[in-house]
């Protein structure tokens, strides 16, 4: 799977639970340091993506390209998965 996605954009979508809102962020799968980055450009720090959520990822259909910033990839994650650390690197 490392390789499917290395290179290519990924919309990581995070929600509270039982929340509506929905928040994007977009970057570049990189790998680097034996870790996968979601690499967010040079105004943002990279996200560390769990190996446990490699599973997870989904390709975009050609019609949500649009509403998701024209990524390659989907991962949808809960607030609840990620650490305050995560969540303070996201926002």
């Not at 979508?13 to 928040?23: R, S």
């Not at 943002?44 to 997870?56: E, G, V």
């Not at 259909?61 to 949808?76: G, I, V």
Request: glycine fraction near 6%; aromatic fraction near 6%.
């Amino acid at each position: 799977m490392q390789g499917d996605i290395y290179g290519r954009k990924l919309a990581l979508l995070t929600h509270k639970a039982g929340a509506d809102a929905v928040q994007l962020h977009t970057g570049i799968v990189a790998f680097t340091q034996c870790e996968l980055l979601l690499d967010r450009g040079l105004q943002k720090p990279p996200f560390r993506l769990r190996w446990k959520w490699m599973s997870r990822i989904e390709s975009v259909a050609s019609d949500q390209k649009d509403r998701l910033d024209d990524a390659d990839l989907l991962l949808s994650l809960s607030d609840a998965e990620l650490s305050e650390q995560e969540l303070s690197i996201l926002n």
